[in-house]
Structure formats: structure tokens, C-alpha cells
């Protein structure tokens, strides 16, 4: 385990070797930042997200919570999603879960948690809108799968439902909202195969996504 000052230590190595391997690093981070993408995703440790998708520090604009849950009532991830398309206007929004989730694991077994168990209701609201395919499935391991992925699916839907992005798409703006989850065992992103741009995309794209979801099997 890091004392604080082996962690400043890693950090003055760290700054002293970035600017040894690019001498304008540190300028071109201090200027403006002009990202393409929002990364709504896990808090888990596990997944950082420029280095799931080899982008540099101010490539990606990034929100993270317990389960990648967007809630319309959550000031705070709706603030980092008008900032994002109003200021820094990113044109994609990456909804982004994660297979082995311990939110989605607790949602999914009824595991108590703590103060948490509030938050974590969002998933479980995900589980019992489909709980035909979560009880469909015998292993417990796929089950949880499953639920990471229709998880990731149905927070993208909240994005595409809220007021911000439903004025970026009315005044032309360029902007998709993609569904991802990222697997722990290979570092792998799967797609699950969305990418609404118009309000008129999502009943197009929802169910095949939906029916992929049921269809699938096997673990990852």
C-alpha cells in the first residue's frame, strides 16, 4: 500500500519522465481543451478511460459513477452532459459498462451494501424492465453479463432523453450516443450496436439491440 508521499513521488517521476518523452506535453495540456467525446462510465478502479481506448489526457471528457447510471434527476451528470455538448461540443457521448460490475452484481443478488443501495435502485429498475431475459438465463455468471450490457443500454437511452441532448439534435447540432461495455478478462469494448444521432434512430436501433442482448449466450 502508497503513503502519500510514495504517491507524490510517482508523480514528480511520472511529470519529470512525460516531459522527457515529449518537452510540449505540459503547453499543450495547459491550453484549451477541445475533446470529441464524453465518457459516461464506471467509478471502478479498474477502468480508466483514456487508456481503454489509448486516448491522451484532454482527448476525452469523462463522468464516472457507481454502475454508469444516468438519472434525470442527477444534476450533476446532466451539468457534465450540457457542458460537454453546449461548451465543449463533443460530438460523440460513450455510455460505457463494464462486464464483473460489483453495482450491477449487488442490483442483480440483492446485496446490501449501504448508503449505496439508494443509487444502485437505478440498476435494479433496469433488472425487473427485463427481468423475462435476466431469468431466462441458467448461469450466474451470464446473468450478471447481461445485466452489465441492458445496464449500459438503458442509461444510453436516459442520455438520448434528456432535455440537453434533445436540443442539440433539434438545432442540428453533430452528436451520437453509442452503448459500450468494456470486458475486464481481455480489455476488450463490445459494441452493442447503437449509435443514435436523431430521435428518429432510437425506436430504429432499440429493439435489434435488445433482441442481440436476449439472444447472447455466452459469457464475456
Not at 52 to 67: S, T
Not at 129 to 156: G, P, T, V, Y
Request: proline residues 3%.
Amino acid at each position: 500500500m502508497y503513503r502519500m508521499h510514495d504517491l507524490l513521488e510517482r508523480n514528480r517521476i511520472w511529470a519529470e519522465r512525460a516531459r522527457a518523452e515529449d518537452p510540449g506535453f505540459f503547453s499543450r495540456l495547459s491550453g484549451l481543451q477541445h475533446p470529441k467525446y464524453l465518457w459516461i462510465g464506471c467509478s471502478d478502479s479498474r477502468v480508466p478511460a483514456n487508456q481503454i481506448i489509448d486516448m491522451n489526457p484532454g482527448e476525452v471528457f469523462v463522468h464516472r459513477n457507481i454502475a454508469n447510471v444516468v438519472v434525470h434527476t442527477d444534476l450533476n451528470c446532466l451539468s457534465v452532459i450540457q457542458y460537454a455538448i453546449d461548451v465543449l461540443k463533443v460530438e460523440h457521448i460513450l455510455v460505457v459498462g463494464h462486464y464483473g460490475c460489483g453495482g450491477v452484481g449487488a442490483a442483480l443478488d440483492g446485496q446490501r451494501v449501504g448508503l449505496a443501495d439508494n443509487w444502485i435502485r437505478h440498476v435494479k429498475d433496469v433488472k425487473h424492465k427485463h427481468r423475462a431475459i435476466i431469468e431466462a438465463i441458467d448461469s450466474d455468471e451470464i446473468r450478471h453479463d447481461r445485466l452489465c450490457e441492458l445496464n449500459a443500454l438503458e442509461q444510453m437511452i436516459n442520455v438520448c432523453e434528456t432535455t440537453v441532448v434533445r436540443e442539440a439534435w433539434a438545432r442540428g447540432q453533430q452528436l451520437a450516443v453509442h452503448a459500450w461495455v468494456y470486458s475486464l478478462r481481455d480489455g476488450r469494448v463490445h459494441d452493442l450496436g447503437l449509435s443514435i444521432d436523431s430521435p428518429a434512430a432510437l425506436p430504429e436501433q432499440y429493439e435489434p439491440a435488445l433482441q442481440r442482448i436476449s439472444d447472447d449466450r455466452e459469457d464475456r
